[in-house]
């Protein structure tokens, strides 16, 4: 057998895994699509629940997140001027921390190089063989020359658009899913943040987020329609609409300046069940996709890959397949309450065109309620910070 597990995918569910299996004496090669600096350049998530922090400690590579990073005890929702500010710490004793995702990507790949663990990059048409029986591989062309890599498991961490999922015949699986209306454009631009803590605005002009990477750096979205092309948004055309949305102290006192990333991210919920096909498993992306609302898209990869670290340890060391066999059911009950949350999120803060008038005021009902009830808030930020495992 040429490694232990194969990981397809070198994101952050794939890297992840492949660290905390290597530092436990697991084997792995982590075969990736794209170059490395393709995976760092892609903008995404912002926002670290307390358990995945937790499981970046265990993974040994949580040091300069524990530097950089910026801890977060609250939030604010908003209803135009209403701002209600969800007190993360004291409502549950626990915060959250704001470390983008390219960054503990790029903390995953030094520590993997720094541990002499293999991370292929380039690899193509990569098939899955025999997922189904004792003996899988991966097969995969790189530089031209087609190779077979024999394995124990296969951990399928290729994202939502992956061969992974795809492996598992459509009559073993399951999927639910929905797609909403409308997209997010993201901008990022080298700007003080228009707030010290995130505000995630409800408004009569649709839903924005304003978000940070630092002092510095600042991280915009705001919700567009689906037909809509990057191009058609100018920079100055981004910050009127994202002043509109916002409270009118805060768009006032907000700075403005050239972007340096601008994208559109289509939302949807997304869930293939099972996570399992023989000893094929699938983590994060590759098995469920969640609506970006709620932060929890990243944060629910890395649970997967807690639950499936230690299955894996126990199957490859001792034998014991308990674990794996209790995977995809452990991590599905987290997942289905992420997506609940998320979803709940989408609703509450969205403009969904086509409407009808009782939409937007069952919208500002919920704000209102969210400002004066704290078992409201409690709910909320309880799920924010992250369910435990
Ligand atoms: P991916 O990051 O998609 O990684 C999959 C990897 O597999 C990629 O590197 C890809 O190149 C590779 N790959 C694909 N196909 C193949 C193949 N056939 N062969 C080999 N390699 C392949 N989540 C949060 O928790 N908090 C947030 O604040 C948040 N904000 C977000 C904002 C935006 C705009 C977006 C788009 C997402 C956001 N998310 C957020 C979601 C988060 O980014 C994802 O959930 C996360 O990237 C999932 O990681 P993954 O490793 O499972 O998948
Ligand atoms: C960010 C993205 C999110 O989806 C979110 O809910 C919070 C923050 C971000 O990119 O900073």
């Not at 990059?121 to 020359?145: K, M, R, S």
Request: proline share 4%; with cysteine.
């Amino acid at each position: 057998m040429d490694t232990e597990v194969a990981i397809i995918g070198g994101g952050p569910s794939g890297l992840l895994l492949s660290q905390l299996l290597n530092r436990a004496g697991v084997a792995t090669v982590v075969l990736e699509r794209a170059s490395r600096a393709h995976v760092l350049s892609r903008i995404r998530a912002g926002v670290l629940e307390a358990g995945t922090m937790a499981l970046l400690q265990e993974a040994g590579v949580a040091e300069r997140m524990m530097r950089e990073g910026h801890p977060h005890a609250g939030c604010y929702l908003t209803d135009d001027d209403l701002m209600v500010r969800i007190n993360f710490e004291e409502l549950t004793g626990k915060s959250v921390m704001v470390y983008g995702q390219t960054e503990v990507t790029a903390d995953l790949y030094a520590a993997q190089e720094a541990m002499g663990a293999t991370v292929i990059h380039g690899v193509q048409d990569v098939v899955i063989d025999g997922a189904d029986t004792p003996a899988p591989a991966v097969e995969y062309t790189l530089n031209g020359e087609r190779k077979r890599l024999t394995c124990a498991y296969v951990a399928g961490c290729d994202g939502f658009h992956g061969v992974s999922r795809k492996t598992i015949p459509a009559a073993k699986r399951q999927e639910f899913e929905r797609v909403y209306p409308f997209g997010w454009l993201g901008v990022l631009s080298r700007t003080r943040p228009a707030h010290e803590e995130l505000i995630y605005a409800s408004s009569g002009h649709g839903f924005a987020l304003a978000s940070m990477r630092n002092e510095n750096l600042s991280r915009y979205y705001v919700q567009v329609p689906l037909t809509d092309k990057v191009e058609a948004w100018s920079d100055q055309r981004f910050w009127d609409k994202l002043r509109a949305c916002l409270p009118g102290d805060v768009a006032a006192a907000m700075e403005t300046g050239p972007s340096i990333e601008k994208s559109i991210a289509p939302l949807r919920s997304f869930v293939s069940e099972p996570l399992r096909w023989g000893r094929l498993f699938l983590v994060g992306d590759a098995a469920h996709i969640v609506p970006p609302t709620g932060a929890k898209g990243l944060n629910l990869a890395a649970s997967d890959v807690f639950y499936l670290y230690q299955a894996l340890i126990s199957a490859v060391k001792s034998g014991d397949t308990a674990g794996i066999d209790g995977y995809s059911a452990r991590a599905l009950t987290r997942i289905w309450k992420a997506m609940r949350f998320s979803w709940q999120m989408t609703t509450m803060l969205h403009q969904f065109d086509g409407e009808d008038s009782f939409a937007g005021q069952m919208r500002k009902a919920t704000l209102k309620h969210l400002s004066q009830s704290e078992t409201a808030r409690r709910d909320l930020a309880e799920n924010y910070i992250g369910l435990p495992y």
